[in-house]
């Protein structure tokens, strides 16, 4: 018996247990304190279908007036920008996607249909004289504030002009007195007042909403600024809350399930190598998941299920291990020797097929949008992580406890 | 059990598995979702429940075809799917739907016509991609001829996973991409282990052995790995399956019977295949050699 080989061994066995147990925790929220200090499931970045959200793909559009450019695309994507801050989520996602799409990402207990409805209205205001000519736009506006009279409850947006809008609007008015001008939301009329007197400081109102909540809409529209150019929905995914965290919940407890079956299987059949194995496993699936938090890999449901499938091949890899090690031990070989020998048949065999799985997941990263995008980044990271787990945790494991000389009998090793 | 010998059998297998899939995929191919045709998805779940008639009649109250079907889940959670409506046709829909009781949304999705295209043609595009890049890769650390016979395995797998999906109108989506192109990752996984294996033998081998009885003789020293990986996959396929998310479980189905798939076709098609392969060749060369 080695006293020093022990203790690493019991040291080993403690730290992995209780992580684990940390980073399980949280499923069953059976110990809230461990969950709170050692958090590693609950600081992954979650994907819409786990935590609901929508999911928009917009797509600009050529129309005669505005045809789509490099540079109209980055207007539009600072327009969506602003309205999307007027929701106050937290980390909306606004990426562009090929010459001209944008992904607009956004998490939590959201109304999906109003959002959407919100993000793509084209918010394009005009002041239309009586002979139908467009004398200021919402190109010309500096300003936008709601408000509501406390004395009468008439809520109305104030809108405030540029220097240049002023003046137009200035010698608009001016040359309308008595006359209407309308004023058009997206050709739509919200209100066609008759001049009064011409109006010099730039200064307009919108009067004539149900509630201030309406109001502020229209203001945010207003302040935003209208889309450069013609925006249409060619994907919407909207998860509602309620199923995105029923998919999690189902999810994390079919995986820990499937783990479980996993690790008892192992010491069931391959008994102490089985039992080292599942040590090694335990470290892999907590690598891979710090891996995970660190690269703020978004985890979808088909990213689970990549987890576990590349947790099916960190198996595999410490499968071809004990047949190898087993056959060597026949041979008549030394336990260390087996164990040395073993590593090194099992090497080639272990490295060509995770090689050819790492093709394919590259090949999906790179073509695949979206979630199958994700499933991609974790399938190869739980290649790669289960290659270095399988080639270098699982061997040091074998080692200390050879060396140990806790067990000497061959055939514990399955001999 | 000489599984070189008995190779025939395991064919037939095979084409017995894979032949009334590939009739159904020519006569009614695959039940596309709307990831691919385009189409709005709506499931609401209702706080009581409600006939199946009552949102029949409010889908077509609204002139809207219900020919892609009302489908209920669970008690009172149904699943609508439709042509692809516009963003007002949407909000009219789930206005008509809030008049039969207080609702929650659970999913709504509405996927573009031009989106499902370019999905398809991606989808298409990167299993030839990675099939290639495989063959590429075996040929490389192997040989050429274990390339092909790796990649017609695969071709096995995905057409027993697509050839059932049709066969039972079991609706595919982009997930299915993504568990397809696992399924071929898993099955070249598989395939070359074995021939990893084969790979040894041949170097070490005897005078005089066959090359039948070197590769029997590989698949029976892989034999226990290879059921006990595919076990240990399937244990966690079997999990998802029953525990997890309505959301995953034909992706998980598909891989469920890929990865089945997989392990038959790695023992019973692959390494048979190369020896077919192998035999040709040299039948080839002993005719050359007479001529």
Redesign the interface.
Known sequence: MKWNKILILAVIVVIVSLATMAAVAPVWQQNPYLGKYLPLIKDAVLGL?LRGGVHV?L?AQDTPEAKVTPDKMKQLMAVIQRRVNQFGVSEPVIQQQGERRLIVELAGNID??KA??EI?KTAYLEFKTEDGKTVVTGADLKDAIESKDPASGQVKVDLTFNPQGARKFAEATAANVGRHIAIILDGKVLQNPVVQEAIPNGKAQITGYQSLEEAHNIAVLLRSGALPVKV?????????P??GA???K??E???V???L??LI??VM?YRLPGLVADFALLIYALIVLAIYVGLHVTMT??GI??F??S???A??AN??IF?RLK?ELRTGKSLRSAIDAGFK?AF??IF??????L???L??YF??????RG??VT?GIGIVASMFTAISVTRWLLHLVAASGLVKNAKAYGA | MHFIKLRKIWYAISIAVILPGLISLMLQGLNLGIDFTGGNLL?V?FARPVPVEKVRQVVAAQGLEISRGIQKSGTSDYIIRTRHLT?DE??KL?AALNGLGKN?????????P??GRELTT?AI??LL??SV??VI??TI??EFKQGIAAIIALLHDTLVVTGIFSLFRIEVD??F??AL??I???S???T??I???I??NMLARKKGECLEDVVNASLW??L??SI??V???V??????Y???????RN??LA?LIGVVSGAYSSIFNASPLWVDFKLLEKRAKVKEARA
């Open positions: 279908d793909v797509e999906p249909e959407v409805r793509v249409e929905i060619a994907e919407k995914r909207a998860i509602g309620a199923l029923d998919s999690l189902k999810s407890h079919a995986g399930v499937g783990v079956a996993i299987f192992m059949y449901l088909p299920a990549a576990l499938l947790l099916g091949i198996v595999d499968v071809i047949e056959e048949r080639t065999a060509d097929s995770n090689a050819t799985t093709i394919a997941a090949v999906l073509l695949g949008t979206g979630p199958i499933f991609a399938l | 499931e779940r963003q949407q909000e789930v929650t949304m659970l999913r709504n999705e509405s996927v573009g031009t989106i991606k595009l990167a991609i990675a890049l495989m890769y075996i650390r192997f982009s997930s991409v993504a192109l696992t071929i990752g898993y070249i996984n598989d070359i282990v021939f990893d294996r790979r040894e020293q892989t226990t790995r006990n990986t076990l240990t996959v244990f966690v396929l079997v999990a998802l029953f525990l997890g998310g309505s959301t995953i992706f998980v891989m």
